[in-house]
């Protein structure tokens, strides 16, 4: 029961994190003001997460905990997916692990979920992940005058 709790969080969470996130890239004025300030940071590293707008903080906390509290979890299970969420988002950034982060940083316009479920996430089924992505340029935000390899 309790792995069914955990995915179905995790699926919600993707959810909720990637409508957001892909908004904040694909609009100009919310990536500039906002989202901006968290990609300053290249080459992540795992506390980097912290660094971003204070709107944006706000966003990912509602994000993170809106899900567990909808769906009426026990406060046993809450506190272990918080702790999770925040272990895993320190991974992310970090890049040892999960990559797909990595290349988010990187190249901005893939990889937006961050849900590391093979096959059932946003990224999967929108098209968004990196290494599906025929067209490596259309990765490249327009936002960016960056010079990234995409090799
Ligand atoms: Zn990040
Ligand atoms: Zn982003």
């Given at each position: 029961?309790?792995?069914?709790?955990?995915?179905?969080?995790?699926?919600?969470?993707?959810i909720?994190?990637?409508?957001?996130?892909?908004?904040?890239?694909?609009?100009?004025?919310?990536?500039?003001?906002?989202h901006?300030?968290?990609?300053?940071?290249?080459?992540?590293?795992?506390?980097?997460?912290?660094?971003c707008?204070?709107?944006?903080?706000?966003?990912?906390e509602?994000?993170?905990?809106?899900?567990?509290?909808?769906?009426?979890?026990?406060?046993?299970?809450?506190?272990?997916?918080?702790?999770t969420?925040?272990?895993?988002?320190c991974?992310?950034?970090?890049?040892?692990?999960?990559?797909?982060?990595?290349?988010?940083?990187?190249?901005?316009?893939?990889?937006?979920?961050?849900?590391?479920?093979?096959?059932?996430?946003?990224?999967?089924?929108?098209?968004?992940?990196?290494?599906?992505?025929?067209?490596?340029?259309?990765?490249?935000?327009?936002n960016?005058?960056?010079?990234?390899?995409?090799?």
């Open positions: 029961m309790i792995l069914f709790y955990m995915t179905l969080t995790v699926l919600y969470t993707d909720c994190f990637y409508i957001p996130h892909r908004l904040m890239h694909n609009n100009r004025l919310l990536f500039n003001h906002i901006k300030v968290h990609h300053d940071i290249i080459d992540s590293y795992a506390i980097s997460f912290q660094y707008h204070t709107i944006e903080a706000v966003i990912n509602i994000t993170v905990s809106l899900p567990p509290i909808l769906g009426c979890l026990p406060n046993e299970l809450f506190y272990l997916w918080y702790i969420a925040q272990v895993s988002v991974l992310c950034h970090c890049g040892y692990i999960f990559k797909n982060h990595d290349n988010h940083h990187h190249y901005k316009m893939c990889e937006y979920g961050i849900s590391g479920l093979p096959y059932i996430n946003m990224d999967y089924l929108l098209k968004t992940k990196y290494i599906n992505m025929i067209d490596k340029t259309r990765c490249v935000s327009k960016t005058k960056s010079n990234v390899n995409l090799n």
